[in-house]
């Protein structure tokens, strides 16, 4: 039988109800999916973030194929794999002879754009259909910002749980109130009976997807083994429900601690299935306010991951496709300084950027405050270039796409936007991390010193960039303080200052 439709399946669609299979046939249409060199490649990933999706791609497969489609899997290694999507597409049009090309729109910019060229380059119609997996399409969220003068999460969020009506009495919050943040920010201490993530054994295709990348990205960042990630629709849902029941009761309370040899503490580790479309945003957020009415989990806990889910998520992408082109390239603060190599290696002196990155390098994880308040702060506080810096955490981390990793880079993280995204730099000094985990009792450096060569580098570096930057901070509300702060500093102690950052600076 001829193809009506070629319907093409992109790495982080792996959904049974993505729009372009729900308007195709199976009996009619063929589905292509492809491991591409070119995706593998554009930045250099993570081993275990490439092995990752190669192995639920492939699952993913054949989970079509039980459903009756039929499909066309090109293998990294496949003789007639022509490594990126655009020889690909043309090479299965020319075998296979289809009317006409279906895909559901991509979630990046560059990949999108590609899409788009392809309805005047190929000879064929090309469908592309929207992906109505999230909660707000662009078109919404820019019907949302259009009058707004700050584009601010938590109002955002707030319409979408009228929306959806999560956690929602009548037209008012369940509590009484919107955001449980305040609730949320307590230290952890050492626990031996910490709950650990859902991990799963690599089973024969996984196996050999590890010895696929072992030999062909033997020189990208990051450790393969141990391996345990779900890479199917069912362990993804099995490891979803197994957080809710075990840790999600302490979410709420210690999402933004961090300790030593602990890198999963309470976090519920599902967003590289979440992005990658083997769970769904919706129905887990349903669960988890289904176990908040059973009583099996607190309020705090269930808001602060639902707001994660519709509010955070759901406006990063709104912000992304609102300002790509470009947006990218944001440098509000004209940071030029190249990316440390520790930021690969994990050789320093420093604690806390030692356990982010070496578990990073070991799982392709660290969690929010890790990311925002650890590795994206000394960023921001050293002047890093913040584009080699968004190239960094979307190569290394699992669950990093560009329309996910871009705005919290960018803009949550360093502030490049100027403040479009977050209301303030996160800017901290070695007080916050202090204060947040045990990583300086185990630390070269002196986290109560503010200056000299046994000072955490984070207090110099602290008040040299609000020193520095006091012209584009001094009238933020929340930064204006900080500034009359370091007004105050004699100025003999601001000389210090300005030497103890300036000496480090100069060794990375």
Not at 229 to 251: C, D, I, K, M, S
Not at 272 to 293: F, S, W
Not at 340 to 349: I, L, S
Request: overall charge negative; charged content about 20%; proline content about 5%.
């Amino acid at each position: 039988m001829s193809t009506r439709n070629l319907i093409l399946v992109l790495g982080d669609q792996l959904t049974c109800t993505l729009s372009s299979l729900a308007a195709g046939d199976p009996a009619r249409d063929r589905v292509l999916m492809a491991e591409l060199h070119d995706e593998a490649t554009y930045v250099r990933h993570h081993k275990k973030k490439i092995a990752f999706l190669f192995s639920a791609m492939r699952h993913f497969a054949e989970e079509l194929r039980a459903m009756g489609w039929t499909v066309d899997y090109v293998k990294l290694d496949a003789p007639d794999n022509r490594g990126n999507f655009t020889e690909q597409v043309t090479h299965a049009i020319g075998q296979h002879r289809p009317e006409r090309v279906v895909v559901t729109e991509a979630g990046e910019w560059r990949v999108m754009q590609m899409l788009q060229d392809w309805q005047a380059q190929f000879p064929i119609p090309v469908d592309i259909l929207p992906d109505d997996r999230f909660l707000c399409p662009p078109t919404a969220f820019k019907a949302w910002a259009a009058d707004r003068k700050q584009l601010r999460m938590e109002y955002f969020y707030r319409d979408m749980r009228r929306q959806t009506g999560l956690l929602m009495n009548g037209d008012q919050p369940c509590g009484g109130k919107w955001n449980f943040d305040a609730d949320n920010r307590k230290a952890a201490d050492v626990d031996l009976f910490m709950p650990q993530p859902s991990r799963f054994a690599p089973d024969a295709l996984t196996q050999d997807v590890l010895a696929l990348v072992a030999t062909r990205f033997d020189d990208h960042f990051g450790d393969l083994a141990p391996f345990w990630f779900a890479v199917t629709r069912a362990n993804a849902e099995a490891a979803f429900a197994a957080f809710v029941e075990n840790a999600l009761p302490h979410f709420g309370d210690y999402q933004d601690a961090m300790l030593t040899d602990e890198p999963f503490l309470y976090h519920a580790v599902i967003a590289p299935y979440l992005n990658c479309g083997l769970l769904d945003p919706l129905r887990i957020c349903q669960q988890v306010e289904a176990a908040y009415h059973a009583g099996k989990i607190p309020l705090n806990a269930a808001e602060g991951f639902i707001r994660q889910v519709i509010g955070w998520r759901e406006y990063v992408r709104g912000i992304y496709w609102l300002k790509m082109p470009g947006y990218d390239c944001s440098n509000f603060f004209g940071h030029s300084r190249p990316l440390p190599d520790f930021y690969w290696t994990a050789e320093t002196g420093m604690a806390c950027i030692r356990a982010a990155v070496s578990q990073t390098k070991q799982h392709a994880y660290a969690h929010h405050i890790q990311r925002l308040m650890v590795t994206g702060n000394f960023a921001m506080l050293a002047g890093i270039d913040p584009y080699p810096l968004h190239q960094w955490y979307l190569s290394v981390y699992a669950d990093a796409y560009e329309w996910v990793e871009l705005p919290n880079s960018i803009g949550m993280s360093q502030f490049a936007d100027g403040g479009l995204l977050a209301s303030k730099p996160y800017a901290a000094s070695g007080a916050y991390i202090n204060r947040m985990s045990n990583y300086c009792g185990s630390c070269r450096y002196d986290v109560k010193q503010r200056t000299g060569d046994d000072a955490c580098p984070f207090n110099a570096l602290y008040w040299h960039f609000i020193a520095r930057h006091r012209d584009k901070i001094g009238k933020n509300p929340r930064m204006a303080q900080m500034v009359r702060t370091y007004d105050q500093f004699a100025a003999d102690e601001q000389q210090r200052i300005t030497n103890s950052a300036t000496t480090f600076l100069a060794g990375l």
